[in-house]
């Protein structure tokens, strides 16, 4: 494939001030379930990518474990590298918050 958007499931944490109640339900163990969870999916994902194709990893949580640290683990891991990685600060607007990260397959 050209592109892949990789939109995985998450805690969720980016939505929480709109939705402040899902802090009671919040278990901070379910970060780490997430990030395993996330790994396989993008990396299942990435080999699908053609030489030179695109994945976009998308999140709305702010935690780094879910974001950054699952880039990493693709970098590390795979053979992509990374065009560019950015939170989007929905809090700032009365929306919410999401992680974006577009990697490239090396040719």
Request: net charge negative; aromatic share 12%.
């Amino acid at each position: 494939q050209d592109l892949i958007i990789c939109d995985v499931p998450c805690t969720g944490s980016g939505t929480w001030a709109r939705t402040p109640e899902n802090l009671s339900y919040f278990k901070e163990e379910s970060i780490n379930e997430f990030a395993t969870l996330q790994k396989s999916i993008a990396e299942n994902a990435t080999k699908h990518l053609q030489n030179g194709g695109y994945l976009l990893y998308i999140t709305c949580s702010v935690f780094k474990q879910e974001n950054d640290d699952v880039i990493d683990y693709l970098l590390q891991n795979g053979n992509l590298q990374l065009i560019k990685k950015t939170y989007f600060k929905g809090f700032e607007n009365s929306a919410d918050t999401m992680f974006g990260a577009l990697l490239q397959n090396k040719i």
